[in-house]
Nanobody, 127 residues
């Protein structure tokens, strides 16, 4: 069903950290731009972070800039989202998505830009 699979979600207290991974069994992710999106209950899905192919341009939404880092681990064929200083408003289901065509992560990152999606992983931040 899904080309991609997310892992690393869980429950953490405010100020804590989680590291999410996006993996693909039969696709070399280094050739793809990868976006991370999240959706909270009752809210629209929003872009969180993006990394261009070959670890090019990175982009972050304002609410996570300085707290989240996106990177590639090509030995493991994953794209990771390191989330630090987590806040309750970071709670939601996190998805990774991939696009192979020429794509620079800059400005608006829209879910319609991406053709392959994972199933999502839950992140809960609460006291």
């Amino acid at each position: 069903q899904e080309q991609l699979v997310e892992s690393g979600g869980g429950s953490v207290q405010p100020g804590g950290s989680l590291r999410l991974s996006c993996a693909a069994a039969e696709t070399t992710l280094d050739y793809y731009a990868i976006g991370w999106f999240r959706q909270a209950p009752g809210k629209v899905r929003e872009a969180v972070a993006c990394i261009s192919s070959k670890s090019g341009t990175r982009a972050f939404t304002d609410s996570v800039r300085g707290r989240f880092t996106i990177s590639r681990d090509n030995a493991k064929n994953t794209v990771d989202l390191q989330m630090n200083d987590l806040k309750p408003e970071d709670t939601g289901v996190y998805y990774c998505a991939a696009t192979r065509g020429y794509y620079v992560c800059s400005g608006d990152v829209r879910e319609t830009d991406f053709g392959s999606w994972g199933q999502g992983t839950q992140v809960t931040v609460s006291s």
